[in-house]
């Protein structure tokens, strides 16, 4: 998706003097930029809505989006201020959970270990900082 490349490019840019510093760095960012691509990109609610979501985020999205249309009171509802409980999720919505929760853990993770570097690098901050 060409937002999603955008803001990992962005990522990288912003943080570019860093990773030539910091391998450990480095290798953070280029581990958060590959997992940032299973979020969801420019265009998700369409897809979602045309039933083609993609990447594990957009598939958890269309399944709580399935539930909560399922569920909707009134029939054709715009969709603006839909509410449903969780109670009894649907199986696409427990299939669609385990991936979705291991994109986003993929994605915490390098950032975490981002975060201890940026810290550790503003701690011996070399003279070009």
Request: aromatic share 4%; hydrophobic share 45%.
């Amino acid at each position: 998706e060409s937002g999603g490349r955008g803001r990992r490019r962005g990522l990288q840019a912003r943080l570019s003097d860093v990773a030539s510093y910091d391998e450990q760095g480095g290798i953070a960012i280029q581990d958060a930029v590959e997992a940032a691509r299973h979020l969801a990109a420019d265009g998700w609610l369409g897809r979602i809505a045309e039933g083609a979501p993609f990447g594990p985020i957009e598939h958890l999205l269309a399944a709580v989006r399935g539930l909560t249309y399922a569920r909707a009171e009134q029939p054709g509802d715009a969709g603006y201020g839909l509410e449903t409980e969780l109670a009894e999720p649907t199986p696409e919505l427990i299939e669609a959970a385990a991936p979705a929760a291991a994109a986003l853990d993929a994605l915490v993770r390098p950032l975490v270990t981002l975060g201890r570097r940026l810290e550790a690098v503003l701690a011996e901050a070399p003279d070009w900082m």
